[in-house]
C-alpha cells in the first residue's frame, strides 16, 4: 500500500490544478452559480477532453485512464479548492463508481466509455443522503417499473441518464433510465450551496432498465468510495479557506497592527492547521487503502467525518477572522462556507459516519 | 573500520574479551567508557570514536540485542554532557564528562524560574563575580532529579543592562553546598516528581563558566535542542530484563528503579487510551450512542496524527523543502489526545468518577488520568507556544507585537 504520492500523482495533481486556476476563478464561479445548469459545457467538454479528468478512475477497457481512488482523490481536491462547477461528482464519480461497482458488465461496456468521455452525463438517484440503510426504500421497481420520489439528486437537470438505487422485491437494484422516458419529473430544488445543482426527481410508473444488483457488501462498497472522492473536494476546500484567510490576516490593519499579529486568531489558525493535517492524512490514507484494497474497513468514514467537521472550521473562522466584510455577498468566502456546510451533510453527517465507524469496529450492539 | 560489518565485528568481539557481569556497575562503565565504545559518536579526544549516527546505531544495537549495560543515560545528565561536549573548555571537558558516564556524578538542569516559564530567557537569578568567583542568588523550579544531583547546569543573568538574550550567562555549578537548597515539588496528581531549587550566595568557581560571559542563551540553546531530540528529560529509560543476572544487572536495576520511580504516572497523563474500549465494554458504556460519538471521535484523532505524522516525515525523507511542523503540532496532538480520553473515561465513569484511589477504577489509574492530564499542554512547552510557533514558523502569520525590547532592568517583570 503506498503512503505517499509518486512523481507522476504530484504532476497530475499540477495539471488539474493549473487547468482549474484557470478555468474556475471565482468570477467564473459566480457567474455559473447564478444559471440554472450551473457549468459551462465547453469547459466540461476540455476538463474531459483535453485533461480526460471525467474517466480518470475508470478502468482502461471501459474508456478510462485506468487510475484509481488515489488519481480521483487529488483530481477532487484541486476541484474542491477552486470550487470547480460541473457534473463531474454527479457523473463521473456517483454515477461511473455506481456502475463500476454494481453494473453488469454489458452495461459498463455500454455507458462507461460515455462516462468517461463525458459525452454521457448520468448521475446516481440515491432516495436518502443521509445514511444507507435508508437507501432503496422510498423507490420501488414492480414488473420493470419505477415509482417513487427521490428528494435530492445532484446535477439530475444536467443528467441525461438517470442511475437508480431501488428495491425490487427484498432486495436492491440497479435500475438505469434516459431522462426524457415517460413518467420522469424533475424538478430543480433551491441548493442552500448555488455551486452544486440540486433536483428532486420523481418516478410515476416509468420503464426501467435492470443493470445490476446492489446487495448490502457493494451499497458499502459505493458508499465508500463516493465518500473518500467527496473528503478530498472537502479538503481542498478547507485549504483554500486557511490559506486565503492567513493572507488576509496578514494585511488586514486594525489597531496599528495585522490582525495575523493578535495571538487570538493565530492560536485558532494554528489548531486549524493542525486538524486539517490530520483530516488530510486520514483521507489521503483512505484512498490508498481503497487503492491496494486493504487497512481498516472504517477509513472512508473516518475520512469523511474528519473531512466535514475540518471543513465547516475553516468556513466559520474564514468568515468570523475577515470580520464584516466575510458576511458580504462580495466577498468569496460564503462560496466555499457553503459548499463546506452542503457537503457536509452529503452522504452522511459526522456523527453517522461516526456511528459506521463503530459498527464496523463491531462496537455496536 | 568503516563499514558496518567491520564495526559490528569489532564491538562484538571487544564485548567478549570484556563484557563481565559479575562487575560492579562502577568497574564496568570505567572499562566501557576507556573502551570509547559507549559513545562512539564522540569525538577521539574524549572517549568516542568519531562515528556518524549510522555507525553509532549499530554499535547501539548490538549492545541491546546482547543486553548489555550501557553508560548511565538517566535524567538530566546526558543534556549536561551534551552541552559541556559542545560548548566546555578542554578543562571542563576532563574533569565532568567521565563521572558523568560512569554515573558516579549525577546532574540536574537549572533553567526554569517561577518568573519565567514560557518566557525562558527573561529568566532574573543574579551572578555576579566578587573576587574571583561567581555568586548566585536566585530560584529555579521543574528540576528533575535536582534532589540528588551533584552538579547543575544553570542559567543566570550577569549583565542588566543589555537585552534580555544577551546578559544570560552559562555556568556549572557544584549542587552540594551550602548555599544551595532543594525542596521537592508537590503536584496536583499528588506526586512530586520535580523540585524547587533556593540559590542563596552559592558559589560557582571561575573556570566552570562555560563559554563567555552573555553566552548563556545560545548555550541554553544548545541544551534545549539536545532535549527535544532525546524526547525531554522525564521519559522512561526502559527496565532490566528479568532474567538477566549478576551485580551489573543488579545495580543498573537499582538506578532504573530510582531514574523512573518519579515518572510512574506519565503513561496517565497522555490520556490511556488503551483503557478506553475494554472498559467501555465492561461497564456497558459502549451501548450508549453518544458514548460511542466521542469514542470514535477520540479514534479519528489518534489515527489522523498518526498518519499526519507519518505523512510529514515521508515528506522530510522526500527532501521536500514544505514546511511541515511535525514537532510542535505532534505535541498539540498530543494535548488534544489527552484531553479527549479523559473525557471519554469520564463519561464512562459517570459518577464514578468522584473516586480516587486504589479502589477506584483500574485501581485508581483512571483518576489519576483525570488529574494528570492538564501536565501535557504545560509540559515541554505549552500549547500556547506550540500554536505561537505553528502560526509563526509554518502559517508565516506576523509576530505579537514586543514589550521585552531594550536593557533587561526596565522591563517589567515578575518579583
Known amino acids: 500500500m503506498q503512503t505517499g504520492f509518486t512523481e507522476d500523482q504530484e504532476a497530475f495533481r499540477e495539471v488539474v490544478a493549473r487547468f482549474l486556476q484557470d478555468k474556475s476563478q471565482p468570477t467564473t464561479v459566480r457567474k455559473l452559480m447564478e444559471t440554472d445548469q450551473g457549468y459551462d459545457p465547453d469547459v466540461w467538454q476540455q476538463l474531459c477532453n483535453e485533461v480526460g479528468l471525467a474517466g480518470t478512475h475508470l478502468p482502461e477497457e471501459y474508456g478510462g485512464f485506468g487510475f484509481g481512488p488515489v488519481e480521483l482523490g487529488i483530481a477532487a481536491e484541486e476541484m474542491g479548492r477552486y470550487l470547480y462547477c460541473g457534473p463531474f461528482f454527479a457523473s463521473s464519480v456517483m454515477a461511473g463508481y455506481a456502475l463500476l461497482l454494481a453494473g453488469s458488465e454489458e452495461a459498463k461496456t455500454r455507458m462507461l466509455p460515455e462516462i468517461a468521455a463525458g459525452s454521457l452525463i448520468a448521475t446516481l438517484v440515491l432516495d436518502n443522503l443521509n445514511s444507507l440503510d435508508l437507501v432503496g426504500q422510498k423507490v420501488l421497481v414492480n414488473n420493470g417499473r419505477l415509482n417513487g420520489a427521490a428528494d435530492l439528486v445532484v446535477d439530475a437537470q444536467n443528467a441525461s441518464q438517470l442511475l437508480v438505487i431501488a428495491s425490487s422485491g427484498d432486495e436492491l437494484g440497479l435500475f438505469s433510465v434516459a431522462t426524457d422516458s415517460a413518467g420522469i419529473g424533475i424538478l430543480p430544488v433551491e441548493a442552500l450551496d448555488p455551486t452544486r445543482k440540486l433536483a428532486r426527481v420523481t418516478f410515476d410508473d416509468v420503464e426501467v432498465e435492470r443493470v445490476g444488483d446492489v446487495s448490502s457488501e457493494i451499497l458499502d462498497q459505493i458508499w465508500d468510495y463516493l465518500n473518500v472522492a467527496l473528503a478530498h473536494e472537502m479538503v481542498g476546500g478547507a485549504q483554500r479557506l486557511l490559506d486565503t484567510t492567513i493572507e488576509y490576516t496578514k494585511i488586514r490593519y486594525q489597531f496599528g497592527r495585522p490582525i495575523g499579529s493578535f495571538q487570538g486568531l493565530k492560536h485558532r489558525c494554528a489548531d486549524l492547521l493542525m486538524e486539517l493535517e490530520f483530516a488530510r492524512a486520514a483521507t489521503h490514507y483512505a484512498a490508498f487503502c481503497l487503492a491496494a484494497g486493504d487497512g481498516e474497513p472504517y477509513v472512508s468514514s473516518m475520512a469523511k467525518a474528519m473531512a466535514s467537521e475540518t471543513y465547516m472550521n475553516a468556513a466559520k473562522e474564514a468568515v468570523q477572522m475577515r470580520g464584516g466584510i466575510g458576511f458580504t455577498w462580495e466577498e468569496d468566502t460564503h462560496l466555499w462556507y457553503k459548499r463546506a456546510k452542503s457537503s457536509e451533510v452529503f452522504l452522511g453527517t459526522p456523527a453517522v459516519h461516526r456511528e459506521r465507524m463503530m459498527t464496523m469496529m463491531g462496537e455496536v450492539a | ?415
Request: hydrophobic share 40%; net charge negative.
Open chain 2, 1 to 415: 573500520m568503516t563499514s558496518p560489518e567491520e564495526i559490528s565485528k569489532a564491538v562484538s568481539q571487544w564485548l567478549d574479551d570484556n563484557w563481565d557481569q559479575d562487575l560492579s556497575l562502577t568497574e564496568w562503565r570505567n572499562i566501557l567508557v576507556d573502551s570509547s565504545w559507549a559513545t562512539p559518536h564522540w569525538p577521539e579526544a574524549y572517549f568516542g570514536r568519531g562515528f556518524t549516527t549510522e555507525q553509532s546505531a549499530i554499535v547501539g544495537r548490538i549492545f541491546s540485542e546482547r543486553g548489555i549495560v550501557p553508560v548511565a543515560q538517566t535524567g538530566p545528565r546526558r543534556l549536561a554532557a551534551e552541552t559541556i561536549l559542545a560548548e566546555g573548555n578542554d578543562q571542563q571537558k576532563r574533569r565532568y564528562l567521565r563521572p558523568i558516564l560512569t554515573g558516579e556524578e549525577s546532574w540536574c538542569q537549572l533553567f526554569s524560574e517561577p518568573g519565567s516559564g514560557s518566557d525562558l530567557a527573561g529568566l532574573s537569578t543574579k551572578a555576579e563575580f566578587i573576587d574571583g568567583k561567581w555568586i548566585i542568588n536566585g530560584q529555579k523550579v521543574w528540576n528533575t532529579s535536582a534532589h540528588h544531583a551533584d552538579f547543575g547546569i544553570l542559567v543566570a543573568r550577569t549583565d542588566w543592562d543589555v537585552p534580555k538574550h544577551q546578559g544570560i550567562s552559562f555556568f556549572l555549578i557544584d549542587m552540594r553546598q551550602k548555599g544551595v537548597e532543594v525542596r521537592q515539588l508537590k503536584q496536583m496528581n499528588g506526586h512530586a516528581s520535580f523540585n524547587e531549587v533556593f540559590m542563596t550566595d552559592a558559589v560557582v568557581a571561575a573556570e566552570d563558566l562555560v563559554g563567555k560571559e552573555g553566552d548563556g542563551w545560545a548555550i541554553a540553546k544548545t541544551t534545549l535542542s539536545y532535549e527535544r531530540r532525546l524526547g525531554g528529560v522525564g521519559r522512561s529509560f526502559g527496565s532490566v530484563q528479568a532474567e538477566k543476572l549478576g551485580r551489573v544487572h543488579d545495580e543498573y536495576a537499582k538506578e532504573l528503579e530510582v531514574a523512573n520511580e518519579p515518572y510512574t504516572w506519565y503513561p496517565q497523563r497522555q490520556g490511556r487510551l488503551d483503557l478506553v474500549l475494554p472498559r467501555a465494554r465492561e461497564t456497558g458504556a459502549i451501548n450508549d450512542p453518544s458514548v460511542r460519538q466521542e469514542i470514535a471521535r477520540l479514534f479519528c484523532m489518534q489515527k489522523g496524527a498518526g498518519l499526519a505524522s507519518a505523512a510529514a516525515e515521508a515528506k522530510r525523507k522526500s527532501g521536500s523543502n514544505e514546511l511541515v511542523p511535525a514537532g510542535s503540532i505532534g505535541k498539540l496532538a498530543a494535548s488534544v489526545i489527552a484531553r479527549q480520553a479523559a473525557k471519554v473515561h469520564t463519561m464512562i465513569s459517570g459518577s464514578d468518577a468522584m473516586r480516587s484511589g486504589p479502589d477506584s477504577a483500574e485501581e485508581g489509574m483512571i483518576a489519576e488520568v483525570l488529574v494528570s492530564v492538564p501536565a501535557i499542554s504545560i509540559a515541554g512547552g505549552t500549547d500556547e507556544i506550540q500554536r505561537n510557533i505553528i502560526s509563526e514558523r509554518v502559517l508565516g502569520m506576523p509576530k505579537e507585537m514586543r514589550a521585552d525590547t531594550g536593557p533587561f532592568r526596565d522591563i517589567k517583570r515578575n518579583d
